[in-house]
């Protein structure tokens, strides 16, 4: 081969490496440009005023707690004001709502030991009459809750389908239809902390569905 043709492949072979290191410096410019944005993004995202900081805190389920404890903790700690749903521990007072689909909005009521009286409020949110999708609030030892729930059918919508005089009802509320509220109010002495006690609605057929568990702390 002559020498001008070894020249000529001797020129393109140095090309083609000046090619292949700018394309490698290029890639390179490229990785730590990305790699620079990622970790300003994580800092950014962990930083102290980021809105998603604390996310798995904002995502925890609603807590029971007490008054003083709500009000210690009505804001959080980047300064935005938390809404928080709960049953205070030491409420006495308690609300309740049940709606046309046959549910309470509590699966579970908490007092304190120390009230000395109690007040449910039920609020029928549907909009169906009492004759036809009628709730009440009834509160029994859990062990009497399914024979007062049977006996409450034979008394009848007249004696708001709660069996007349029947020792095992702490408490009972009217029979109300939709867009109604009614109260009742019991003394805490009926109740023991720790007690195993159930609430219901003892419209017929309700009671299997619209239960829960109601809980007397010390």
Known sequence: MSDSGLGFSHNRFIGLIVVIGMLVLLFEGI??????IIKAQVERSTSKNHPNKNIEKRLQPA???SEKEVSSNSQSDDGIDAVVNFVAADSCNQVIEGNDMLQFNLKEMVVSSSCSDITVTLKHTGAMPANVMGHNWVLTNTADFMPVATAGGSAGMGNNYVPVNDARVIAASAVIGGGAETSVTFSGD??????????FCSFPGHYAIMKGLFVVRD
Do not use: H, K, P, R
């Not at 009926?190 to 609430?199: E, I, K, R, S, V």
């Open 31 to 36: 990785s730590i440009f990305g790699g620079n």
């Open 63 to 65: 807590t029971v707690l």
């Open 190 to 199: 009926l109740l023991t902390a720790g007690g195993d006690y159930t609430f």
